[in-house]
């Protein structure tokens, strides 16, 4: 039988520095110095998608980055075609690709219980390296990752996350997607509080910078859909029931000032605290979003009804100052057969059943009289004897009766346009 060479890759007490031949050569230069571009192929695991922040315009996500490229510096004999894999101990003795995270506020690699990174070496000199990142990517306007909130709580978003080499222009090294779109693979159980997760996709651009050139870089696009639910509950359904209710002061009788009043500005003081709660958790942006105009239209319908009354007390003065002076110049006809069960205004009273003025007794004039300016009296101030209170209709001003129709159907065609354009 012929002796087999043992192979060196799973021998004990090799080194694995001296198989890989790392200290005869010079791992601080790219694979190929002066020649080709090295290519680095990338494809991206995302763990899970954190948190989003309108506020701070930024993203959490959790993923593992791997790269796959060639150095033919580690290349090593194995006679069963075997790779060795190493962890992050021999990383910082050979040459990696130096990516970094555009527009990137923090990241860190995971540490427990070791640092969460992997080296894989083949013998023909192909790499494979892996490591798990949790990236906190900010969102900027300038990027590409913006948030426009114009439409907001019914919008959709777009964010990207950018991996580019921070030395090496496109003349030394060439990023690119090993497997193009499918290089992106996610979670299944991926699921956020306030958005659906509609799509992942991959795309490749160059990048330019005026001092150094042109760089490779690779985009990981992702597209959310906000969940509008929790803002029907907390803004939406909140907002129109305030104007509901300020609708119910136009089926209240005018004369009644204590139980309008209170019921208007307690509805504009709640619209108030709505408003300004919603915006305290929101960005301070310089536009108008889509929940502004909801909220203040609704706010303008709330306050219309307060000045409404106001229109209705004013002109319901006037008319009965107006009326008032009339009566003081009109001759006076009027005789009571019952004063003590009379009801009517003066003006109400048929002049059939009064006498001559002029021929009455002074004592009967006298008191009718007193009668009428009673009347008058109880008129100007609202109160009705309670013999008489079944009897008397409610005075129902004309602007309270146009506002019963014109309020709800106004607010149902705002609605109506709202939920077209932004739905």
Not at 78 to 105: A, E, Q, Y
Not at 265 to 288: E, H, Q
Not at 359 to 386: A, C, F, I, W, Y
Request: hydrophobic share 40%; aromatic share 14%.
């Amino acid at each position: 039988m012929t002796k087999r060479s043992p192979d060196k890759t799973k021998a004990w007490g090799t080194k694995s520095e001296h198989l890989l031949r790392i200290q005869e050569h010079d791992f601080t230069m790219r694979p190929g110095f002066g020649g080709p571009a090295v290519s680095v192929g990338v494809d991206v695991q995302v763990e899970s998608l954190d948190a989003i922040s309108e506020v701070d315009m930024d993203f959490t996500m959790t993923l593992y980055l791997r790269h796959y490229w060639k150095d033919a510096r580690l290349a090593f004999k194995s006679n069963n075609n075997l790779s060795m894999t190493f962890d992050g101990r021999l990383v910082k003795k050979i040459w990696v690709p130096d990516m970094f995270f555009v527009h990137s506020k923090r990241s860190f690699t995971h540490d427990t219980t070791t640092d969460n990174v992997m080296l894989r070496v083949y013998p023909d000199g192909k790499v494979l390296y892996s490591l798990r990142l949790v990236l906190s990517c900010r969102v900027t306007v300038t990027s590409m990752c913006s948030m426009d909130l114009s439409r907001f709580p019914l919008d959709t978003q777009t964010c990207s996350l950018e991996i580019e080499s921070y030395a090496y222009t496109d003349d030394d090294l060439m990023l690119y997607w090993k497997k193009g779109n499918r290089s992106l693979n996610t979670d299944e159980k991926i699921s956020l509080s306030q958005f659906l997760i509609q799509e992942f996709h991959t795309t490749t651009k160059l990048a330019f910078y005026s001092s150094t050139g042109w760089y490779n870089r690779l985009y990981i696009n992702f597209t959310l859909r906000r969940h509008v639910f929790f803002f029907l509950l907390q803004t939406y359904f909140p907002a129109t029931l305030m104007v509901m209710l300020s609708w119910v002061s136009f089926w209240i009788d005018r004369r009644a000032v204590p139980a309008r009043v209170p019921l208007g500005i307690t509805t504009v003081l709640t619209m108030s605290t709505i408003i300004t709660g919603f915006n305290a958790s929101m960005p301070r942006v310089s536009y108008i979003k889509a929940v502004d105009i909801y909220l203040w239209v609704s706010f303008v319908f709330v306050f219309l009804s307060v000045i409404e009354y106001a229109a209705v007390n004013y002109l319901s003065t006037l008319q009965e100052r107006k009326e008032r002076a009339l009566r003081e110049r009109m001759p006076c006809t009027c005789g009571l057969a019952h004063p003590g069960t009379m009801s009517a205004s003066y003006s109400e009273v048929d002049a059939n059943t009064t006498g001559n003025y002029g021929s009455m007794p002074r004592n009967g004039v006298k008191r009718e009289r007193m009668l009428v300016q009673l009347m008058e009296n109880d008129q100007v101030t609202g109160h009705v004897s309670s013999g008489t209170y079944s009897s008397a209709a409610i005075d129902t001003h004309a602007i309270d009766k146009y506002s019963r129709v014109m309020f709800p159907g106004s607010y149902i065609l705002f609605n109506f346009i709202y939920w077209s354009i932004y739905s």
